[in-house]
């Protein structure tokens, strides 16, 4: 039944992990499908969330019911159908929730453009930061003149 | 400027108030996309065996569908619920018998006695997945016109048939 196939398994760990987490998945693999089947069967199964063990891919977890929705994707696929419409028969009972990989929406928006935000204020943060330093320690004071050296003085003073 | 320093006094008030609230929540509670969806549809037998039903069965008043399983903790929890509701309220149940056996589901109805007008044995869990059932037991509340307008997951407490189930019941009166 296990069969390397050189374009999923890029090494010997790789393929060790695989067959120690689905080991179930293997068991329930038919045996008359194409490789090509077999491959798009494991590549779906292994991006969508069993809901009971919500940290789990159904490919990953051996609860009842992932059992039952990789058994549903096995026939679904055996019947000729394609990835998208299995997706969106689970997504239409289940909600997004069963994709690990949340669809681009206007909810999702943040999850999506956040963690970039989130970089971008930093570097911006950074720059700031180490613009202000730079000029606090450089050698060269003159430049912001006496103005701004009263400025400062002025603020000193003022600090209780 | 003076007021610079408060800036990362409040991200932080912010960021936990966030992860409070986050906590509250029950990740384990999934959102139905169902809801006020049509019920899909099923053909399956009664337990006793004497007929089939089918979602079109289920139009016409407003009802609840209730998935349990013999095996089940949980629906041990909400029986005396269910019973008090089937007897004392006049709520129409509909039981939905998920992956188990007839022997089994009917001691345990026997033993712990019935509140559903109807039972359904979804043997194979087939309804259960069309429903998008992932835990028994789970309620959907079902309009008049065969429409889902709630989902109650895990147990139906006093607390929820109070404050979510009833309301639906009584702005979706049967006549």
Sequence with gaps: MIRPNKTSLKGPLRFLLIALFSASAWAQQPSAWSPEQEERYRSLISELRCLVCQNQTIADSSAPLAVDLRGQVQTQLAAGRSEDEIRSYLTDRYGDFVLYKPPLRLRTLALWIGPFALLGFALYAAYRFSRRSRLLMSDKPAAPSADALRRLLDEDNGRP | ?175
Excluded at chain 2, 47 to 54: S, W
Excluded at chain 2, 85 to 111: C, F, N, Q, S
Excluded at chain 2, 124 to 133: H, I, P, R, S, T
């Design chain 2, 1 to 175: 400027m003076r007021t610079r320093f408060l800036i990362p006094i409040v991200v932080l008030a912010g960021l936990l108030v966030l992860l409070a609230i986050g906590l509250q929540k029950d990740p384990r509670e999934v959102p139905s996309p169902l809801i006020g969806k049509p019920a899909p549809a099923f053909d399956l037998p009664a337990l006793a065996a004497d007929r089939r039903y089918t979602h079109e069965d289920l139009l016409g008043r407003p009802l609840l569908v209730n998935f349990f399983a013999s095996w089940c903790a949980g629906c041990q929890i909400e029986h005396p619920v269910l019973m008090r509701l089937a007897r004392e309220e006049g709520v129409e149940i509909i039981g939905m018998d998920y992956k188990d056996t007839r022997e089994d589901a009917e001691r345990w109805l026997g033993h712990h006695g019935n509140p559903y007008r109807t039972v359904i044995a979804d043997e194979k869990g087939q309804a259960g997945l069309d429903w998008g059932v992932y835990g028994v037991p789970e309620t959907y509340v079902i309009g008049r016109d065969g429409r889902i307008l709630y989902k109650q997951i895990g147990p139906v407490t006093e607390a929820a048939w109070r404050e979510r189930i009833r309301p639906l019941l009584i702005a979706d009166p049967a006549t």
